[in-house]
């Protein structure tokens, strides 16, 4: 995953849903570094397929220094995000349309707009999110998705 305007490049791991159904985050005892890494849901759409909402998810750290905690504090809207393969080659480019902030509570009922496998096509990254000032509690009350569209 490239965002060129945040000099972000982060390797993007494939990954099933969890054991608890849940989507999946780059593991702590991985092959690649958890704060600079993204994970793809597998099972759901395939970036570059035309139709679906290509979902990832990162990291975001308490004490900062996740790719979440750059994103949460300078993504906007208007940021290209292009998947890239083995070489570097774009698979699929995504812009940012907007970006939302959704309590615990209210993805549950709103998951069908950053995870379908079908419909119109588009990217959502999700991460955790909370106001730096209760950060301290370890308790993440929010997620914060980049939702982004196809561009050619």
């Not at 308490?62 to 774009?90: E, F, M, P, Q, Y």
């Not at 709103?110 to 588009?122: H, K, N």
């Amino acid at each position: 995953m490239v965002i060129d305007r945040l000099r972000v490049s982060v390797p993007v791991l494939a990954m099933p849903l969890t054991a608890d159904g849940l989507f999946p985050v780059p593991p702590f005892s991985g092959p690649v570094d958890p704060k600079w890494s993204a994970a793809w849901w597998r099972d759901g759409a395939r970036p570059g397929s035309g139709k679906g909402m290509v979902h990832l998810d990162v990291h975001t750290y308490t004490a900062g220094g996740a790719i979440g905690n750059l994103l949460g504090a300078s993504a906007r809207a208007g940021d290209v995000i292009k998947l890239v393969d083995g070489r570097g080659r774009a698979t699929a480019c995504y812009q940012i349309v907007r970006i939302e902030t959704w309590t615990v509570a209210e993805v549950t009922a709103r998951l069908g707009q950053v995870s379908r496998t079908t419909g119109a096509a588009g990217l959502a990254v999700e991460f955790c999110w909370e106001s730096p000032r209760r950060w301290g509690d370890h308790q993440w009350r929010l997620r914060r998705y980049l939702i982004a569209t196809p561009i050619a």
